[in-house]
């Protein structure tokens, strides 16, 4: 942690002394090279201290133009919650937690522009947690071991934020299947009404009236306690990218599709294998089909029909990531013709909104040949429940080769025209 920086105002932020509490004085000279006390370290290091130190500067107006804002960043159980002080401290604090999962290579960062415009939007009834106990490599760990990180890490939230009564879950692409992962592990499981495994044996006041509200209520299914309200994901591979065109990256040619499945696990570890369906555990069928059903200790339908919505937004076109049916959860000839196609004044990428929807268990002719049968398994299973489906499109817009991140507003300079789309969910979002 920078503690002062001895200096006017900065020129060139390496010519600058830095003074670090009880460490020697650094300094990066003009040379480029970083001095520490009488050492002199390599310049692959030196680059990493200046990406530090833009980070930490970088951070710092962040988080200083969020509480004048009356928005504050708090580490809590590994990730960051942000929310509205005033809110928060007023007798009638929020009691919606939405819990916001990144994807592959991604971080809680990603979702630092959708969780400001969350909490500004509706100061006084969220309390938005991005997570981030699956970043960076971490995403290459699997599907499950994956989810049971954010299962034991929503569960830490909800332990420390007793005045909560309902919960979302907002994912962005392979967060979306470890979101999913996550509820099945959490469905059923009420934190709050086990509290005294967690409190040496005594309860506040705080949580003894929360206790006593849950048990007067009627039986509902809860997840980690809470009423499950909104279930959202983003470009999210529902049905992995195997299929043809699952993944347009490649272009729909079958032998680099076959040949993605047999090398995805040394690209991206257990979470290709997972993608790809070829894993095989103690000859388990793939995780993603084993996901559209329960299991004895995984309640996977159960938990996304506990869900008062599930809403999946999908891009029509220019995600080289995510494919359009695996995303939206559709077979071929159920995805919108361009003719019905609209465009939205106020969300202007947003072309198509399916309300809750189940299809039927026909495949057409044309999808015989495009679907597999894991496939097919896989739209049956998660559509036992209806989804509402949001297809997004940035044709028009310069942004559009990097849809898969725009669709999420990843980092706002790079990704702004998927602005509308994140005022879409919200405008939306059920209380």
């Not at 580490?75 to 007798?91: C, I, K, L, M, R």
Request: proline share 4%.
């Amino acid at each position: 942690m920078i503690a002062s920086i001895h200096s006017p105002p900065l020129q060139n932020p390496f010519s600058v002394t830095f003074r670090i509490s009880a460490v020697n004085s650094r300094r990066f000279s003009s040379s480029g090279a970083l001095e520490f006390g009488r050492r002199r370290l390599s310049s692959a290091v030196v680059r990493r201290r200046r990406m530090e130190w833009f980070r930490s500067v970088g951070s710092g107006c962040f988080r200083n133009s969020e509480s004048k804002s009356g928005l504050r960043v708090e580490q809590d159980s590994g990730g960051e919650d942000v929310f509205n002080v005033s809110a928060v401290n007023s007798g009638s604090p929020p009691d919606h937690l939405v819990i916001m999962v990144n994807g592959i290579i991604g971080s809680a960062a990603d979702w630092r522009f959708a969780a400001k415009q969350f909490v500004k939007k509706l100061p006084d009834k969220v309390i938005v947690h991005r997570s981030e106990c699956n970043s960076s490599k971490l995403t290459f760990d699997g599907v499950d071991l994956m989810g049971e990180r954010l299962a034991e890490e929503v569960l830490a939230v909800v332990r420390h934020r007793p005045e909560v009564r309902k919960i979302s879950f907002v994912a962005h692409s392979l967060g979306g299947l470890v979101a999913r992962y996550a509820i099945g592990r959490l469905y059923g499981h009420s934190s709050k009404l086990d509290p005294l495994g967690h409190h040496g044996g005594s309860l506040s006041e705080e949580h003894a009236k929360s206790l006593m509200q849950c048990l007067e209520q009627p039986y509902e299914a809860r997840l980690a306690g809470l009423e499950p309200m909104n279930f959202i994901t983003f470009a999210t591979p529902h049905l992995g990218s195997r299929g043809h065109k699952q993944l347009p990256l490649l272009c729909g040619l079958p032998f680099l599709e076959k040949r993605a499945s047999q090398t995805a696990h040394l690209v991206a570890g257990r979470s290709g294998k997972h993608l790809f369906l070829t894993d095989n555990d103690d000859g388990k069928p793939p995780l993603l089909l084993r996901m559209v059903n329960d299991s004895d200790d995984l309640k996977f339908i159960s938990a996304l029909r506990a869900f008062k919505r599930r809403v999946a937004y999908a891009n029509a076109n220019y995600d080289h990531m995510v494919g359009w049916r695996t995303s939206s959860i559709r077979r071929q000839h159920e995805l919108p013709k361009s003719s019905l196609l609209v465009i939205d004044e106020k969300y202007p990428h947003i072309v198509y909104v399916e309300q809750e929807t189940r299809y039927n268990d026909k495949a057409s002719s044309t999808d015989r040949k495009q679907t597999s049968s894991m496939e097919e398994e896989m739209i049956r299973g998660l559509t036992q429940v209806p989804w509402e489906r949001v297809d997004v499109s940035f044709q028009k817009s310069r942004q559009r080769y990097v849809a898969h991140t725009t669709i999420q507003v990843t980092s706002y300079w790079l990704n702004s025209d998927g602005a509308d789309v994140v005022f879409h969910m919200i405008d939306n979002f059920l209380l």
